[in-house]
């Protein structure tokens, strides 16, 4: 059987003026990799005013309006997982899930199921966006595996190509709580750093100049022992881009295992507590609903073992 095939709309934002096109995509459309928009560059699948771009590597116009000719989804083999979610709110266009630290959003490598994809194809019964791709229909934004919170996944193509506009404009509110070592000075402010692969460890997310504009704002809510809970608010949404910000500031957030390391006392009580990941929580996510354009928004507790982390720490 054909696939079907999808129109999403993206248009190159003015900070992408001579960017490759394939970067300058993965800018305006949030939700798609730039390893999959080449494939469908290459495949003849992106075209601006009725041509096809087959080069990712050609330079991309500020403004232009391109167009994005997207397969449907086609669903693997036993894709579907019976994964239980936390579910905040669901209609017929859009699911809001509390993910738990330790799901991995989407298969990759060394995660080809028992992911949040797997789990949403079983509790949509495969009603997801095709956008995203065989490993990612219906992501339009991710968190790291060992973040916890508030997520939004796309149930029809019309829902996350609305959805994909709103983080790419980044009007999204998205508010994470994270405990960070040692007490923020001063005790609100803003991290704008451009965000990249690092050169010396391209496992790790660092500060480059020439990457992608990436900006943090915190407000301190809570003082604890050598260590605070904080707010941070997204302007942007890049990889890592709290725990690399907090860490360039000299604050870390507790149990990075990545940025940080924990030492001391903080150390034995998080060996303690078993507390083996980065304490950053998405707590509030706000959008305004791609279909029927109402404001909506929710807020999740932190879950228990960050409860507990903050309780210990609290002075």
């Given amino acids: 059987m054909d696939r079907g095939v999808s129109i999403l709309n993206a248009r190159i934002a003015d900070t992408a003026d001579g960017w490759r096109i394939d970067?300058?995509?993965?800018?305006?459309?949030?939700?798609?990799?730039?390893?999959?928009?080449?494939?469908?560059?290459?495949?003849?699948?992106?075209?601006?005013?009725?041509?096809?771009?087959?080069?990712?590597?050609?330079?991309?116009?500020?403004?232009?309006?391109?167009?994005?000719?997207?397969?449907?989804?086609?669903?693997?083999?036993?894709?579907?997982?019976?994964?239980?979610?936390?579910v905040a709110y669901e209609d017929e266009h859009v699911i809001v899930?509390?993910?738990?630290?330790?799901?991995?959003?989407?298969?990759?490598?060394?995660?080809?199921?028992?992911?949040?994809?797997?789990?949403?194809?079983?509790?949509?019964?495969?009603?997801l966006s095709g956008i995203g791709g065989v490993a990612r229909p219906g992501i339009v934004h991710r968190i790291d595996k060992d973040t916890s919170g508030l997520m939004i996944a796309a149930k029809t193509d019309a829902a996350h190509e609305g959805?994909?506009?709103?983080?790419?404009?980044?009007?999204?509110?998205?508010?994470?709580?994270?405990?960070?070592?040692?007490?923020?000075r001063p005790a609100a402010g803003t991290v704008d750093a451009p965000l990249a692969r690092s050169p010396?460890?391209?496992?790790k997310i660092a500060i480059v100049q020439g990457g992608?504009?990436?900006?943090?704002?915190?407000t301190t809510m809570t003082t604890l022992k050598d260590a605070a809970l904080i707010e941070c608010r997204l302007e942007t949404g890049r990889t890592h881009q709290i725990r690399v910000h907090m860490a360039s500031i000299g604050h870390a957030l507790l149990g990075d295992p990545v940025?940080?390391?924990?030492?001391?006392?903080?150390?034995?009580?998080?060996e303690t507590l078993g507390f083996h990941r980065q304490a950053l929580h998405?707590?509030?996510?706000?959008?305004i609903h791609p279909i029927n354009n109402v404001a909506l928004a929710f807020e999740s507790d932190m879950p228990a073992d960050m409860q507990e982390l903050f309780s210990q720490l609290h002075v």
């Fill in 23 to 86: 970067r300058a995509l993965a800018d305006a459309v949030p939700s798609l990799s730039r390893e999959r928009l080449k494939a469908l560059i290459t495949g003849g699948a992106v075209s601006i005013g009725g041509i096809a771009v087959r080069d990712p590597a050609r330079k991309a116009v500020a403004g232009a309006e391109v167009s994005i000719a997207m397969p449907d989804v086609v669903a693997a083999d036993n894709v579907a997982q019976d994964i239980p979610l936390v």
């Fill in 97 to 127: 899930v509390d993910k738990p630290a330790g799901l991995v959003v989407h298969p990759a490598a060394g995660n080809f199921d028992g992911t949040l994809v797997n789990a949403l194809l079983h509790h949509c019964g495969g009603s």
């Fill in 163 to 184: 959805l994909a506009r709103q983080f790419a404009d980044h009007s999204i509110d998205r508010r994470y709580r994270a405990i960070t070592t040692g007490v923020p």
């Fill in 200 to 203: 010396q460890n391209r496992k």
């Fill in 212 to 218: 992608k504009r990436a900006v943090t704002h915190y």
């Fill in 259 to 270: 940025y940080a390391r924990a030492k001391g006392k903080q150390r034995v009580l998080m």
């Fill in 282 to 287: 998405a707590a509030r996510l706000g959008f």
